[in-house]
Nanobody, 126 residues
Framework: QVQLVESGGGLVQAGGSLRLSCAAS????????MGWFRQAPGKEREFVAA????????YNVDSVKGRFTISRDSPKNTVYLQMNSLKPEDTAVYYC???????????????????WGQGTQVTVSS
């Protein structure tokens, strides 16, 4: 069983930064890719970023490239999402998830991930 707990969300002004953390429990954390998704009110949950089990490969959705960085600290069983230059359209609940695949999927979707955290709210004011 894998449990994921996100933290670090909050209210920030446009142009500001936040770092989200995802603490994982379970012995299989370090052997699977991890990802971040977000869901805005009235919208579907969308993929944001993913990182390989080794941390050597990452993949970001185009809308956050150059602004968001995903990383992982396997000894600490933690995944991070550093978010810079935040925009009001980044406002959403952000979810951490563990992939059910051995490598980052070519076009990651929520169906490639099997364990999810409860989410953390990020609100960016204009």
């Amino acid at each position: 069983q894998v449990q994921l707990v996100e933290s670090g969300g909050g209210l920030v002004q446009a142009g500001g930064s936040l770092r989200l953390s995802c603490a994982a429990s379970g012995r299989t954390f370090s052997t699977y890719p991890m990802g971040w998704f977000r869901q805005a009110p009235g919208k579907e949950r969308e993929f944001v970023a993913a990182i390989s089990w080794s941390g050597g490969s990452t993949y970001n959705v185009d809308s956050v490239k150059g602004r968001f960085t995903i990383s992982r600290d396997s000894p600490k069983n933690t995944v991070y999402l550093q978010m810079n230059s935040l925009k009001p359209e980044d406002t959403a609940v952000y979810y951490c998830a563990r992939s059910s695949r051995s490598t980052i999927p070519t076009r990651p979707s929520r169906y490639d991930f099997d364990y999810w955290g409860q989410g953390t709210q990020v609100t960016v004011s204009s």
